[in-house]
């Protein structure tokens, strides 16, 4: 009983750190007007950390280790490695969204995403526990996700983060309505490419692996940018703007025990309500470009609903990006490491 509070405890804290993990990476996206070099600020970090741990440890090298044996003897593909493209979406997304449309929209998006884009990563048996039906809960739970994007997005974007995306011209616009939905539905490709690479080495394995090629992804697109815009002018100097990618690996860390206390259900149950409520709380507390509304705070409390209603009748949810990825068909952060 002990262990499944903590359990549930520390799931709310997850959530709520990868809210504040968006609020920090759109912050650096805003003041560097450039959502890319800001997530490849936040990747750059957290692989740097996960290179210290693996020359520390030969355990972690041997998780390495085993998942080059896989790919020699076919038991993993190539593209089966590209899960950490699609963190490095959901964390450029963050840069480049949260400062305009504050984190509740971000948060509603990027969850009702995932969970309609679950259905068809699960039904096509992407993942490591194979095929998985398509419940009616589970279909009604997508429903209610789309009705809750529709919802948070209907103030719109606000204005006060577009610089991140300036490169971006007269698209910026709906492409701040729409990139959080796309970086929500990257995250279930993600973890279950991720679970593939865990199953092979081991849930670290799959995590470095993740932070490096979604590292080389960000620093491929951020030299087009360059040539388009050029570099920031400054960086800023306060330190906790730069925490982005070390919060991602502490999630993954954290996510670890949690899914082992409690179970990857009500682990993705406490890590969204975590994320919602603190979302709602620093549009509120720390209001950021278009702030929170009504129809942001109805939009939150029916993306939480939708997640309920999908696990009904099922064992498990795919909703927490910084699962442990051998077991998640899922936030993150990470995910595994998603949300970086």
Known sequence: MVLRRSGLGLGLLIGAGVAVQGRINGELGARLADGIAAAVVSFGTGFVLLLVAVVLSARLRAGLRGVRVALAAGELRYWQLLGGLCGALFVASQSLTVAAVGVTAFTVGAVSGQLVSSLVVDRLGIGPQGRTPVTAARLGGAVLAVGAVLLA????????????????????????????????????????????????????????????????????????????????????????????????????????????????????????????????????????????????????????????????????????????????????????????
């Not at 491929?220 to 815009?229: D, P």
């Not at 009748?313 to 068909?329: K, S």
Request: glycine share 18%; hydrophobic share 50%; net charge neutral.
């Open 153 to 340: 997005a209907s103030g719109g974007p606000g204005t006060a983060g577009a610089a991140t995306a300036s490169w971006l011209g007269e698209t910026a616009g709906p492409v701040l309505l729409i990139l959080p939905v796309l970086a929500g539905v990257g995250l279930a490709w993600q973890q279950a490419w991720n679970g593939r690479v865990g199953t092979s080495g081991s849930p670290f394995a799959a995590t470095v692996i993740n932070f490096g090629i979604g590292l080389l992804g960000l620093l491929a697109v951020e030299a087009l940018v360059l040539v388009r815009v050029g570099p920031p002018a400054e960086f800023p100097r306060e330190p906790w703007l730069y925490l982005g990618g070390a919060l991602g690996v502490l999630f993954i860390a954290a996510g670890v025990l949690v899914v082992r206390w409690v179970g990857v259900l009500l682990m993705g149950l406490s890590t969204v309500a975590g994320q919602l409520t603190t979302s709602v709380l620093l549009d509120w507390l720390l209001p950021a470009g278009a702030g929170l509304s009504p129809a942001k705070v109805a939009g939150c409390g029916l993306t939480l609903a939708a997640v309920v209603v999908a696990t009904l009748q099922t064992g498990r949810c795919g909703l927490h990006a910084n699962a442990e990825p051998a077991q998640v068909g899922d936030r993150t952060g990470g995910s595994e490491g998603k949300r970086a």
